[in-house]
């Protein structure tokens, strides 16, 4: 009799198993929800951000020189401020309701008032200027800039202070650094320095550089699992992967397929997974899914499609959503394609 | 007073905020790089900007340390010199560390690997100790290629033995010669990027002597009024200005040292500032238009320039007792001060046993724009 039970348990949890992997399947880990059209916005979509309380997501359109803005509430495009040099990433601050705006060619930060959007100031860096993050604790920013664009030797993180939109000081990097991402109880930043394929652990309070190591792969985009102290690093060239690491030894964790021109990796911690964006200006692109079984298994999941060109995204986890910027080329209209991320 | 005298003085410097501070601060310190184990003075700094390293000679225990900048280490000790090495430069486009060597030598090192790969001999390299003079401060000229070096007889034995500048063919890792000068110690030099023109400070005689440096001839003798014992200088091509720092009285720790602002065509004394002692460091960056005065006093004093006329201090930023050298880089915007190991004591001295050793240490700051 207890024999027969322990079988019709273990009988039920299976179908439940392949009843939601068969769900899974049907409607995959993401959902494709909303398609926001951005007509007349040419060429490509770089790094976006979000005003979670306003509803509205900021696109920097890298080719059409503007910034976008999109009302999400509302699915509608709603904005296009002109008069940037290759905008690359903007940084929404509520707290103090600035937009922070950087600008390659031109070096430039353009600060704007975060509900009327009017320029209000600006900071010239050196060419190059391209992620921004922005730290609460301290209200500084961080952005990169340098490089051989702007013919040097080096790069660097400029420390800027957001309150008055000066800059403090400069955190020295080997090259052009890509992202940069918060560690903040560690007081690091972890700055991805894509030409040489690697990472590198500053220490904020005296700019010190504590850790490094290389990929194998251009390291353009990271993300960081702040619970379980993993980065993961997705590589634009070959060879094309999503690597995982220990976030304070740089051991490598796990590998995983991915594919080309990557520009967007974020960490789902609702539902443990990573999403990377492949294909900036390839003729298709696609969201990769990977599932975080536990800190140190890792697995594929599927690869979405999303169109022609879509490099960027963005993760919004206050608002469960995943955004996919598309780009305005040939036939193709501009759009930002809105996921939700399923059970 | 007694040898601990100017340490307790410095101390009390250190923790006395700048009086003229004004706000906000010029430059702010973001690190500090420890050297454990270094003894002594330090002197001239080069970097290499690339590399992100810092090459500091210890002039005293004959070492230089190289500093790797971006993980804020010691990572090699060059050893080998046979006196006290004490200009270093760094030539970015053969990776070689240059330096004079009180052994009336030049010296190469491989940036790569550290080893000697030229050792180039100064005028009276062949004298013995007593007789020969020392090669002290430099500059370098990176389109011809040459390092000029002050050559000292102030600490010769021998009497009647004037100071030279020792000049140093870096590309083809010759002597080239020497400019005899009136006077025992040539401590500062400068070059005009625009013209033949090299200025350089006689520390004994408080003369500034133009040099053509083509010609290898003195030009002309200009008493430094107001500034009796010049040790750095830096030219102003712009406003055809030079700043030259100047102690007031022997040795490192006498307080106020001044900075004469001098017309470097007539020679004309404009000004001869109040300011931090013992300098032996003072740079000027044309496009911020500050001057950085490093004294050995526990300050480096920023000025603005308004004009070629006058100059505003932008305060005192604290380094460290006897932190005599620095270096101002202007690409990484970044202000580096060396401050050698130190003994703290409290007096009464020297009845108190308590001494507490400080490690030498470079600073690192910010300089804000």
């Known amino acids: 009799m207890r024999g027969q039970i322990a079988f019709s348990v273990i009988w039920l949890v299976s179908l439940v198993i392949s009843a939601a992997s068969l769900y899974a399947q049907a409607t995959g880990p993401l959902r494709l929800v909303q398609t926001i059209p951005m007509p007349g916005v040419k060429g490509r979509l770089d790094h976006m951000d979000v005003d979670v309380e306003g509803k509205r997501l900021f696109v920097a359109a890298v080719e059409n020189g503007s910034m976008e803005v999109v009302d999400l509430e509302g699915g509608r495009w709603t904005r296009s401020i002109a008069g940037f040099k290759t905008p690359t990433e903007m940084c929404y601050v509520r707290e103090l309701n600035k937009v922070f705006v950087a600008s390659r060619d031109d070096g430039m930060v353009r600060i704007f008032r975060g509900d009327t959007l009017d320029l209000v100031d600006s900071l010239k860096l050196e060419v190059g200027a391209n992620r921004i ?71 904020v309070r005296d700019r010190r550089l504590v850790l490094t190591w290389t990929t194998g792969g251009q390291s353009g985009d990271m993300a960081l699992d702040q619970t379980h102290r993993r980065l993961f690093v997705a590589t634009r060239n070959a060879p094309q992967l999503m690597i995982v690491y220990d976030a304070d030894s740089g051991q490598e964790i796990a590998r995983l397929p991915a594919e080309g021109r990557m520009n967007g990796v974020y960490y789902d911690g609702w539902h443990k997974r990573i999403y990377v964006t492949c294909g900036r200006e390839l003729p298709a692109s696609f969201v990769f899914v990977y599932q975080q079984n536990d800190p140190d298994h890792y697995e594929f999941i599927t690869k979405i499609a999303t169109g022609s060109g879509a490099g960027t995204s963005f993760w919004v986890p206050q608002l469960n959503h995943f955004y996919v910027g598309v780009p305005g080329v040939e036939k193709q209209q501009a759009a930002i394609l809105v996921f939700e991320p399923q059970p | 007073m007694n040898k601990y005298g100017p340490i307790v003085f410095l101390l009390g410097m250190s923790l006395t905020p700048g009086a003229r501070a004004q706000n906000p601060a010029p430059m702010h310190l973001v690190q500090t790089i420890v050297l454990p184990d270094v003894e002594g003075y330090f ?73 000697l790969v030229k050792n180039i001999p100064l005028s009276g390299h062949e004298l013995d100790a007593d007789s020969r003079r020392v090669p002290d401060n430099g500059v370098y000229d990176p389109v011809k290629q040459l390092f000029y070096l002050g050559n000292r007889a102030d600490g010769l034995k021998k009497g009647g033995i004037q100071g030279s500048i020792e000049i140093v063919d870096i590309k083809n890792g010759k002597y080239l010669g ?58 102003d091509p712009a406003h055809r200005r030079l700043l030259i720092g100047s102690r007031v009285k022997r040795g490192h720790l006498y307080k106020p040292g001044k900075m004469v602002v001098m017309d470097s065509d007539s020679g004309k004394v404009i000004d001869a500032i109040d300011t931090e002692g013992g300098v032996d460091e003072l740079e000027y960056e044309p496009a911020s238009k500050r001057v950085y005065y490093t004294g050995t006093t526990g300050f480096v004093e920023v000025f603005q320039q308004i004009d070629g006329d006058h100059y505003k201090s932008l305060g005192l930023v604290a380094t460290g007792p006897i932190a005599k050298t620095s270096l101002f880089v202007p690409q990484l915007r970044r202000f580096y001060a060396a401050v050698p190991k130190h003994v703290i004591l409290v007096p009464p001295v020297p009845q108190s046993k308590e001494a507490t050793i400080i490690d030498a240490k470079i600073l690192v700051y910010d300089v804000m724009p």
């Not at chain 1, 052009?176 to 894509?194: E, G, K, M, T």
């Open chain 2, 178 to 235: 020497s400019i005899e000068v009136q006077g025992l110690n040539p401590a500062g030099l400068v070059l005009d990027p625009g013209s033949p023109r090299m200025f350089v400070v006689m520390g004994d005689t408080s003369q500034l002597l133009v040099i053509d440096r083509d010609k290898r001839t003195v030009l002309a003798s200009w008493p430094i009024t107001g500034g009796p014992e010049p040790h750095a200088v830096a030219f």
């Open chain 1, 133 to 203: 993050t922005y730290d609460p604790p301290s209200k500084y920013l961080y952005v990169g800039y340098g490089g051989k664009l702007a013919g040097f030797d080096y790069g660097r993180v400029g420390l800027i202070d957001a309150r008055s939109n000066k800059l403090l000081g400069d955190v020295v990097v080997e090259a052009h650094p890509s992202q940069i991402l918060l560690d903040n109880p560690a007081h690091r930043i972890f700055v991805a320095v894509w030409e040489l394929g690697k990472i590198d652990v500053f220490d």
């Open chain 2, 43 to 115: 002197d001239h700094m080069a970097v290499d900007v690339k590399g992100q390293r810092l090459f500091v000679p210890g002039e005293h225990q004959r070492t230089i340390e190289v500093v790797d900048l971006r993980i804020g280490k010691r990572i090699h000790t060059i050893t080998g010199f046979g006196g006290d090495p004490r200009k270093t430069i760094y030539i970015p486009e053969t990776n070689e560390i240059w330096v004079d060597d009180g052994d009336a030598t030049c010296k190469a090192f491989s940036g790569e690997n550290y080893q």
